[in-house]
């Protein structure tokens, strides 16, 4: 069971670790739409961050409630 609550772990630290990288390319693009005066690049940076801190905050969440749940099973 340990085995599976750090594979369950490592995932959603992967699933976080992308987000925050979506929320960079997002910051990236914003400003760069910003320094161009761009408004659809500027929309799409700010949609990027938006999907990417929803992506790192689901995908922690989740594989906590998953975890919890595989530790309460007893046999």
């Keep these: 069971m340990d085995i599976a609550v750090k594979i369950i772990t490592f995932i959603g630290v992967l699933g976080g670790i992308s987000g925050l990288f979506w929320m960079m390319g997002g910051v990236y ?29 689901a995908s922690g969440a989740v594989a906590g409630m998953i975890v919890a749940a595989m530790q309460s099973l007893t046999f």
């Design 29 to 57: 693009e914003y400003f760069q739409g910003r320094k161009n005066r761009d408004r659809n690049r500027q929309d799409d940076g700010a949609e990027s961050i938006i999907n990417g801190a929803g992506l790192a905050l």
